[in-house]
Every structure is written in C-alpha cells, then in structure tokens.
C-alpha cells in the first residue's frame, strides 16, 4: 500500500503542486459514491483553467495598451499614432475608445445625464479608462491629474469629503463599491441535494421503492411498507445530519474567507489621514502607497518619489514599471515594489481588471492537502476491496437461497416473500459498499481543518492555505524575526551619542547639544523619514509610520523640533527608501539658502563606515581620525550589548547641478550621532522557546541587526545556546558548500542577513537537512524566503501585503508565542486526523468481516440494511465531529516532530485497529454461535432477538471505541474529556438514538426491544474493548521509531 499510494497520491505537495498532479489523482479514484461531497473542498481545476485564460488575455491586452502609451507620449499630436492605435486596438481588443485618441477636444466627450445630474463631469467608464488603458490622450483631454480629480468632485489635497450622505450614496451607485463578484452562500438545501448524490443512496432508495411496492402487494398496508420505509427514513437521517455537517463547515470556510480579505490602507479622506479598509474605498480616494503595499484600485499618480511598480500579476512582464508624473497610471493588483507615493482613484471593484480576474480566481478554491490526497487514495483502495466483499456477499447470499429452495424444491415458484428476501440482499450488498467506501476519511481532512482554523482566528493566526495546519504539526525548525516577532515592536529612543558624547535620554539633553548639532539632527530625523507627524479627526497629534521611525520622530518632537516647519523649509528632491538589501534609507534636500544637502540613515555600522567625518564635542565638523571611530564602535557595541537597536545618522552636503536622478552618494559623509533604541522582549516568548525546544523544534533568530544586539536579546529568550553558533550575513554569504554543511545545524543567529542570506538558509535547511522550516517575514524583500519555506509566517501588524500574499499564515498580533500555538494546533489536527482514521478503518475491518463470514457461513447476514447505515452514520459524519474537533492538549508538545519523512498510518495505529478488530470479531462470532444458548433464546422471534444482540454489541463496540480512539498510545483516554463539548455530545445522542431505534423503531429497523440483562451485557461488551484497549497499548512495538505504511 505504501508503494502503491506513494507512487499514486504522491505527487501533491503541501505547497507549489501543478495543475498536472492535481488532476491526476482524483482520475486514480476508482470507487466514489458522491463525487460532489468528495471532491468539495478541493481546487476547482475548471474555474483555474477559465482564470488562466483571463489572465493571459488581460497580460496581452495590458501589454499592448502599455506599448501604445508609450508611442502615443512620444507622438502625442501626430494623426499616424492614431491609425495605428487603432489598428491595435482592433487587432488586440485593447478597451480603448478611438475618438480619444485622436487627439479630441473636449466637446467630443458628452458627460451622461445621471453623472451631471450628480455633480460629476466624467462617467465612471471613461475615467475608468485613463488608467487601464494607459491613455495620455485621454488624460490630456480631462485637464491632466488635477482636471479628472476636480470632475470626479475630490481635493488632491484633502481627498474626499464624505460629510454629505445623499452625496456619498450616490458616488457609490454612479462608480460602484471596491467589492468583487463572489459566488453565492449555498443553501443548506443545496447540501441536502448533493448528500442525496450519494450513488450508494440512490440505489438504496431504488430497492426501498420496489420494496414498497412489493412489500405492499403481497401483505398489503401498513405491514408491507415497514421495510421499505425503514430504509427510507435511514437514508433521510443520514442525508439530513451529513448536510448539517457540511453546511456548518461551509460557514467556517466562508467566515475565514473573510478574515483573509481584511487590508487596511492609509487614505486622506475628509482632509485627515486615516486607515480604512480597502473595501471602503471609492473613486476620488487619496491613498498613500509604500514599498510592500498592494495597490487597491485602479488610479493615477499624484505624488512621490522612486515609485516601482511590479506589473506582472496582470501583464505577465518580469521588469518592474515606474511610476510618475510622465507615467501615472496604477493598476489594482499590481504591488509596490520600491518608493512611496500618493495615488487618487479612478476605478474599484468590478470596474477593474483585477476585480474581474479575482471573481474568477475566488471560484478556483484552495489546494486539497496532501492528506487529503493521501486519504482519498486510502479511501479507493478500501473501497475497492469493499466493492468486492459486497458483491462476493451478494452471490454467496443468493446461492444459499437457491440451494435453499432447490433443496425444498420449490426453484420453480418463486413467491413476493422470495423477491424481498434477494431486495434485502441486494440492500445489504450496497450498504456493504457504503459502509465499505471510508468517503470520510478526506472529509475529516477538511472538517479537522475548519475546527482548527477557526480556533486559531481566536488565537490570533489567520491561516491563508488549508495545506499549512498539517504541515505546521510536522516543523522541525523555526526561522523567526527578532523585531515584533520575539520583541514587543513598541519602540523607544532610551540613549543617543550626539557630539561624541553619550546622553541617557531620561533626563533632558536637548542643552547638552549644540545648536548647529540640534538643528542637522531635527533636519535629518524629520525630513528623511517614512513615517509623518499629523494631526488627527480627533484633533490629537498622532505620529504614522514604522515602529522605529515612530521612535525617532518621538526623539526628534522631544528635542523641541517641529515636523511640518522642518518639511516645508525644505523642498525634496529625491528619496531612497529603507530596505532590507542596502539597510539604509535617504534624502537629497534643496535648502532654503539654495545649496544641496544628502542625509543617510541606516545599520549604524554600515553608516559608519561610510563617514569620513564627524560633529565633535564642540559641536563642529572635524575629521573622522582612528581613535573617534573606535569610540563610536565602543558606543555602538555598548549600545547592542544592552539589547538596543542602534542607528547612525549622517548628511553630506553635495554640489548644486544635482537633479532628482542623481543616485545619493555611497560615501562622504559627516557623523550626526547615533541613536540607541529599546524595544523590549515579548513577555512569555522565553517560555515559548523552551517549549519549543521540548518539543524538538528548533528556534532560530534571522534578523538585519547588529549581531551584538542579536546574541543580547537571543540569550534573554533562550535561544542562543553555548553550543549554538551566531554568525553575520557577510560571513555567512563567504562560507564554502562544506563549511555550510557543517554550520548550518548549529547556527541559532545570524545577525546583518540579507533577504537572500535567509532564502539560503531556509532552502538548505530544507533540502540538504531534511527540515520542516516555518519562517516569519515582514517586509517585501522576505517573499522569496516565505515562499521558500514549508510554513510562511507573515506579520498581520507590521507584515507588507506583499509578505502576506506569499505566506500561508499570518500572525495577527505579530507574537511568536503565537507561532507556537499554530505549532500546537497543527500537531492537534495531525493527530485528531490519526484517531478518526484508526476508528473507521476499526469498523470497516469489522462490518466487512462480520457480513462477509456470516453469508458465507450462516446464508445471511446479521446486520440490515438500514442497521449498517445507522453504523455508516456512526463512523463517517459523528465518528468525524467527534475526533476530528478535538482540542490541542499540553502533551502534544512533549512529543519529537513527526518532519518530513514521517509515515501517517503508525505502528502503534496497526495495533490497536488489529487488536480492536479481533476482539469485535471475536465476540459477535461468539453471539451468532453461542447467543441463543447463553441467553436461552426459544422461539420464532429469536432469531430477530439475537440479530438484534449482536448489532447492540456492535454499536456499543464501536461507541467504546472512540472512546479508546482519543489517545493512541496513553492509556487514560478520559483525561479531559468532558471539556470537549462537541465529544460528548456526540457519543450522548448516539447512546440515545441507539435506545430509541433498539426499543421503539424494531419495525423499521429490523430489531426486538430487549431486556434489562441484554442491555447490560450489551454495553459491558462494548465496555471491554477499553480494557482490552490498555493491554493492546502495552505491547511493545518492533518498529517504535518508523512507521509500517502510508
């Protein structure tokens, strides 16, 4: 089996699998009785193939419109460019309308009766147009940006008023919502509809119809009808309670679908910056837009500086595109690959192609996981042995009745009683096949996965791909940020080397610094900064940005400095933002008197070493000599030993010819100071470390600071060992293949590492050491590296979209012991999954074996129709809600990683499904053979009686059972189950439900209501299987360390 589901249900990967080996394996499943339960919650290959052919036509279309706009700047007056776009146009089905660009005046454009009516100069589809056209035309013709933001009724200063609600409503109805079209919630009806595809269903309501009727024409009504109707209400039981399940479990999808489309964007609305949803947005929105962000709607550029833009989501083109005054135009979708700016938009939701290409996209669903996969194939290969054992137990029951009748030879005359009695075998054989099938078991996949991702939105993770709970129980090793992730991100500027003196910032030292020091540093804290000092709706002072710029402008703002005078004495002409690779960030001002001025700011050693000179204690410029670099050393390696993160700020003051693409300078320049800045370790993270460490995953810190600073806060959480290695990105980017191979497993630090540093160290991890590696990453440079790992664990607080769209779970409180609990949880699902399946296969083993021995032996079998779906019940939708919801527990975490070589089917589960599985045979063996005499059955009823003993047995058997299926190998499996409510719960209505058809329903299900003592010896045989269940767990296994298949 394991060669065969390997070779077979292999190919599926937790993550990156192709459209090939997805449709490959459902084409390998040979025996499913409901393909549209079956194959629900698994990609829509149909909707991804129509999305592909959308998106390849947008590439194209998107493509030419860019090209034309290119050749129609160049040539804006010249009537050739517009033959040519035309024949374009025609030739590409480019959306662009001839007439604007022709170079039409205005008077050719006619603004629509309701759009004029509303105040507006422009309808929604030509201002839609300008950018997803790529039309400077068109744009002209509208009086440039500031034209269309005046005829779409907005401030390019103030953005949008929304004060006036008549006016608000209709701006929405005129140019629409930022909502895409998403498919209908299904009706619980629908459920009930696709649980009656069940094909084994089909033919049981078949044979109920023509046992009514026969049923009704040889001993008349109501007696006729009991067996008929029997199986009638069974079927309504079982497509009632499974479309329950699965309609429940479609509302947690749904709800999670929610959660994952919640982004916030910065806007300036009603002249204040705010966060907003990105679904709130409307055309005529001011939004700011930085490196990571993914741009919300369609629009056009108002301001910023070294804007990048990654097209290729929509066009298909690798090279990035920029974006300014002379090529404004943004499209929703594509994402901000460097640079910062303002945009104000001109079309969202359906209006756009993205929202088109996400309608379809939302229809594709999810990936199935690889234990999906792998069950599904466990499901055909058992399905495919039931389906024999059914029909060999169909011809084995029809040879005994025509032996039988040969026998009396009565073969000539067959009577209505003949016909029923070949009906119920036939019933028999098909519920075998039900019972037979385990459609369950990749079922119990998804409902496990609903539970679990449920559960962790209240723990604050937000799981994006289904795949990332399994394989989240398997990491062996976590790669995690230290900044947010393992320390609070609320950031402090706590001390700072001014002058070359060291100032502890709790007392006031804006007097200890000169006035041409105070006035470079507030210079150079407020204007080259990411982050904004405004004014709020509430009339507060609110300071935006990244935790440590927020920290600096604090600084500055206690120094005495002003945010705005400082910004408007200056005029920007370039800006470098801070990133990942250079670990720096810069502005080149024009100053007031009219010189020019470059300031730096960035990794303190890095800017360090690129200052010649310094502000000395008399606050004037000197040369940087030896011994000053060494005491700026000695401060910064002070500063980091005490956990604090530094960063040194610098200016150079540079020739007057310098535009806007002149690159700032490398080198040059003058030391201001250095800043050292507190960010405290996360309460509980040194706890979470040492239970992660108990569990056997390791813990290591990647992070782009100082490796002083690194080794300081990874001792305080218990990470860096005296064993463990901390080594810096340069050093480690230099290592030899055969160095890395030896350092790699011990490195617990690395400290200045690059995006790249930690691609590398995730790809070796995983493919030469065999890791399972979760990663955590914030910033757009850490895609490649989550999108490398097995786990990509964005930051919901301080992640970019950009980060969050490559991960497959995003913490929302930025919180490694967050992560930890995702760990938890993923074992929790790895597991609940083990115990569903080693309690099914227990009763598949059974029924099939029972039914199977008793035809052969006996001419009949034990257990009806509507009993064996009563059972069906049991094992698949109740067995499923009852293991597959269980809670994590602490001892889940005592336990060595499964990683990725570890089977799912264990030793340990072979041994309790054997064991359990000869007991159940053992003991109905023994009530067909014995049960008349031990319980001194006489009489014509007592056959039904003891059938009715033996399926009693059974179900108490397998009620006890799952019970014992709550732990595989600890022998207590009551601990902590009454905190399950959904557990017992389950197991109380089957108990109930089992009363109610034994006692009162004997005419529909075949049963006689029995005695007090029958009861008890009943349930006493299905209390033995849990003492029979503790011996079993202490047989020792050969193979305690492998696993036998799967």
Known sequence: METYLNDKFGEVKPKHSSGESLKRWRTLCGVVKNPKRRFRFTANMAKRDEAAAMRRSNQETLRVAVLVSKAAFQFLQGRFWYYFKVFICLSHNVCFHAKSSAGAQPDDYTVPDEFKAAG?????????????????????????????????????????????????????ELFGLNKFTEAAQRSFWLFVWEALQDMTLMVLGACAFVSLIVGIATEGWPKGAHDGLGIVASILLVVFVTATSDYRQSLQFKDLDKEKKKISIQVTRNAYRQ?????????????????????????????????????SSLTGESEPVMVSSENPYLLSGTKVQDGSCKMIVTAVGMRTQWGKLMATLSEGGDNETPLQVKLNGVATVIGKIGLFFAMVTFAVLVQKLVARKIAEQT???????????????????????????????????????????????????????????????????????????????????????????????????????????????????????????VINQHGSREILGTPTETAILEFGLSLGGDFNSERQACKIL???????????????????????????????????????KMINTYGEVANLDESSVNHLKTVIDKFASKALRTLCLAYIDLKNDVSADTPIPSDGYTCIGIVGIKDPVRPGVKESVALCRAAGITVRMVTGDNINT????????????????????????????????????????????????????????????????????????????????????????AGTEVAKESADVIILDDNFSTIVTIAKWGRSVYVNIQKFVQFQLTVNVVALIVNFTSACLTGSAPLTAVQLLWVNMIMDTLGALALATEPP??????????????NFISNAMWRNILGQSLYQFLIIWLLQSKGKSFFG?????????????IFNAFVFCQLFNEINSREMEKEDVVDGIWDNNVFVSVISATFIFQVIIVEYLGTFANTSPLTIVQWFVSIVIGYLSMPIAVYLKRIPLLFSQKDLVL
């Not at 690779?581 to 990794?603: D, F, I, N, W, Y």
């Not at 810096?728 to 995006?755: C, H, T, W």
């Not at 527990?889 to 570890?902: A, H, I, S």
């Open 120 to 172: 507006f100069d422009i309808c929604a589809e030509e201002v839609g147009c300008i950018a997803e056209g790529h039309d400077p035309k068109r744009l002209k013709l509208h009086g440039g940006v500031d034209g269309v933001a005046k005829k779409i009724k907005t401030s390019t200063t103030d953005g949008l008023c929304t004060e006036n609600n008549h006016e608000l409503t209709r701006r929405q």
């Open 275 to 311: 966060k907003l949803s990105i679904y709130e947005l409307l055309v005529g929105d001011i939004v700011h837009l930085a490196i990571g962000d993914q741009v919300p709607a369609d629009g056009v550029f108002l301001s910023g500086f070294a804007v990048s833009i990654d097209e």
């Open 411 to 533: 073969h000539w005359s067959w009577s209505g009683d003949d016909a029923l009695e070949l009906l119920e075998y036939f019933a028999i054989a098909v519920t075998i096949v039900a019972v037979a099938v385990p459609e369950g078991l990749p079922l119990a996949v998804t409902l496990s996965l609903a539970f679990a991702m449920k559960k962790m939105m209240n723990d604050k993770a937000l799981v994006r791909h289904l795949a990332a709970c399994e394989t989240m129980g398997s990491a062996t090793t976590i790669c995690s940020d230290k900044t947010g992730t393992l320390t609070t991100n609320r950031m402090t500027v706590v001390e700072a080397c001014i002058c070359m003196k060291t100032m502890d910032l709790s007392k006031q030292v804006a007097t200890e610094i000169s006035d041409y020091a105070l006035k470079l540093l507030l210079q150079s804290i407020f204007t080259n900064t990411g982050g904004e000092v």
């Open 574 to 612: 370039r800006v470098e933002p801070f990133n990942s690779t250079k670990k720096r960030m810069g502005v080149v001002l024009k100053l007031p008197e009219g010189s020019t001025r470059a300031h730096c700011k960035g990794a303190s050693e890095i800017i360090l070493a690129a200052c010649d």
């Open 710 to 797: 690194a080794k300081a806060i990874a001792k305080e959480c218990g990470i860096l060992t005296d064993d463990g290695i901390a080594i810096e990105g340069p050093n480690f980017r230099e290592k030899s293949l055969d160095e890395l191979y030896r350092i790699i497993p011990k490195i617990q630090v690395m400290a200045r590492s690059s995006p790249l540093d930690k691609h590398t160290l995730v790809k070796h991890l995983r493919t030469t050491f065999g890791e399972v590696v979760a990663v955590t990453g914030d910033g757009t440079n850490d895609a490649p590296a989550l999108h490398e790992a097995d786990i990509g664990l964005a930051m919901g607080i």
């Open 889 to 902: 527990n602490d001892e889940l975490m005592k336990r060595p990683p499964v990683g990725r070589t570890g």
């Open 937 to 949: 059955l006489r009489g014509d009823d007592s056959d039904l009686i003891l059938n009715t003993l």
